[in-house]
């Protein structure tokens, strides 16, 4: 009711029908400009924060549940979260399609995090009950280790249906959450624009807001309060979140699912092979496209590109087949050929930004075991191991404004870039950042080697004379090559995707960190077998854990000599918009 224009009848008749829809369409678009913006976002923000905040303090801690609590051995206990975070970093690509085919990206959101508010409600159930977890060993006395059992199948499925349900609920919001923020400003609008880069700079700050919190009080509460509370304040954050979210609905831009992208890609292959024998014709006129009468308002319309020309073979017009659009398995648009080439170049940028993530790893595994085996007093304060993270975190929340007030607006002048710099450009920035972290880290743990060394303490199991806050300078040049390369890939694959695929787009981002989990136990063995055990002893200072870092970042190195190709061949995507209030088409090509 809110788009409907009331005309009394003696008026509308005197009104030419054509300037009467006109006048219609002219109201409905101030209406939809009244919509979306930064007001909108603000509930995106509140929403991110606090998930966040949920997910990220269990990320980092889990594994002392697990251990701790239900009993499991200190090898299940990791490979147990390594699984829980890969698989949730993996699941965007259900929430993606899902966004992208059935429900709005609003829509997604709520349903995922419903789901995530589920997850953490059992565990928060498991962990209060002793009566469906086990007794944890760790708080048996020697005489009482008889009573120390591993969990019940029963009891397992419990917890595993509560993470799993977990995983399940951040990857459905990571796909759809950043795209519904995103989508409340129009990137053809020049002021948009740049709000719109903007938008993905506070996105980050509130995730990282949100970590912080995670990573310092809810850590706290786990291990002075007991998981319970822990899992109990994570349920709230949930509920809140979903309060929040749910606020912003009459504030939000929403988009209309355009069936699933996945099924149009499929096609294009299809019928490409189909037609594998038919020629391209000289005039890609001739290609197949949509009417003229059948594109709706800001019907985005893919233009042809030269690359991959086998698949243009999809919109060749057969004399028999016509330009019937109900035979989708004979015969592809343009544009929906456009959309399956835009994947294809998109996927090695993908794929370079793994690696990246695979140090990512080896900081939140071997670096919290470094500090396990340095001073980790402030005052009379002693750091949780799993509270390390928020010193990355607190350098991205200090350079993330600075990024965004400062440097983005001197290069945009310097550019003419509504982003100052292009997101592969940022991309590039944090892989260089990603390998410098690694030779620094290899350089700090040389030192804290040597530290032992001096002190004759190689095999003490005593605190070394060393500060855990050497541990900040890989640290903290890790927190700024993620703050470049997490946002500008979440906004580089939204603003390359084609309009029906936004959520896909974003959620494929999310797997450069998933694969980045899973390929970080494959390097581990490979490089124990090859080097005859740089990190098989259970003393780092009698492993070459400092030869492992510096191997990483050589890896990075030829690994950002392999993005610099594959971004300086990508091409970007070119877009006709047809506007029925206008009788001109408007290209935006982006070069």
Wanted: charged share 15%.
């Amino acid at each position: 009711m809110a788009n409907e224009v009331l005309i009394p009848k003696e008026v509308a008749h005197s009104v030419p029908k054509k300037a009467l829809t006109m006048g219609i369409c002219r109201n409905m678009s101030r209406q939809q400009r009244r919509l979306g913006g930064n007001r909108a976002a603000l509930f995106v923000y509140a929403m991110e924060g606090l998930e966040s905040m949920a997910f990220v303090s269990n990320a980092v801690s889990l594994v002392t549940y697990f251990f701790g609590y239900m009993n499991f051995s200190i090898t299940k206990s990791a490979t147990t979260l390594t699984n829980f975070l890969g698989t949730a970093f993996l699941l965007p690509l259900f929430g993606g399609i899902i966004s992208d085919t059935y429900l709005s990206r609003f829509k997604t959101c709520v349903l995922f995090a419903c789901m995530e508010f589920l997850g953490f409600g059992i565990l928060a159930v498991q962990a209060k009950s002793q009566k469906l977890r086990p007794i944890p060993c760790k708080d048996l006395a020697v005489s009482e280790m008889s009573e120390c059992k591993v969990a019940t199948g029963g009891q397992i499925a419990m917890l595993y249906s509560g993470l799993y349900l977990v995983a399940l609920g951040t990857g459905g919001i990571k796909a759809a959450l950043p795209a519904l923020g995103a989508d409340q400003f129009d990137e053809k609008d020049p002021k948009e624009a740049s709000q719109l880069s903007s938008f993905f700079n506070w996105f980050l700050f509130s995730l990282t807001i949100g970590s912080i919190i995670g990573v310092t009080f809810i850590v706290w509460i786990g291990a002075n309060q007991g998981w319970d509370w822990s899992f109990i304040i994570c349920t709230i954050a949930l509920l809140f979140a979903i309060l929040f979210i749910c606020m912003g609905k009459s504030l939000y831009r929403n988009n209309v699912p355009k069936g699933s992208p996945l099924l149009r890609i499929l096609q294009v292959f299809v019928v490409a092979v189909r037609n594998r024998k038919l020629q391209i014709p000289d005039n890609t006129d001739e290609l197949h496209e949509i009417h003229e009468k059948q594109r709706g308002d800001n019907v985005e319309i893919l233009k042809r590109t030269g690359q991959f020309r086998f698949l243009d073979r999809a919109a060749v017009v057969e004399s028999s087949t016509g330009t019937s659009t109900s035979e989708h398995w004979r015969l592809c648009t343009v544009t929906q050929v456009e959309e399956t080439k835009i994947l294809i170049r998109m996927l090695p940028i993908i794929l370079s930004t793994i690696f990246m993530n695979t140090c990512l790893a080896q900081l939140q595994t071997f670096t919290v075991q470094q500090s396990t085996t340095m001073n980790a007093k402030i005052g009379g304060f002693k750091v949780p191991g799993a509270s390390l993270p928020v010193i990355p975190l607190l350098f991205m929340f200090i350079l993330i404004p600075l990024y965004d007030r400062v440097f983005v607006p001197v290069a945009r002048r310097i550019t003419g870039i509504p982003t100052g710099i292009r997101h592969l450009q940022r991309i590039g920035i944090g892989l260089v950042l990603s390998a410098a972290s690694m030779a620094v880290a290899g350089f700090v743990e040389t030192h804290r080697k040597s530290v032992a060394i001096e002190h004759n303490m190689v095999d003490s199991t005593e605190a070394l004379p060393m500060s855990v806050f050497w541990l900040g300078f890989q640290y903290g040049i890790f927190g700024a090559a993620d703050m470049f390369s997490l946002i500008g890939l979440l906004e580089f694959f939204y603003a390359e995707s084609s309009a029906g695929m936004k959520s896909l787009g974003t959620a494929i981002s999310w797997c450069s960190v998933a694969f980045g989990y899973f390929t970080s136990t494959v390097v581990v063995e490979v490089v124990n077998k090859v080097s005859g055990g740089w990190l098989a002893s259970n003393n780092l200072n009698r492993d070459k854990l400092n030869y492992f870092y510096w191997m990483l970042s050589v890896i990075s190195v030829v690994n950002f000599g392999f993005y610099l190709f594959c971004a300086s061949s990508y091409t970007y995507k070119t877009v006709q918009v047809h506007q029925d209030d206008s009788k001109d088409n408007v290209d935006i090509t982006k070069v």
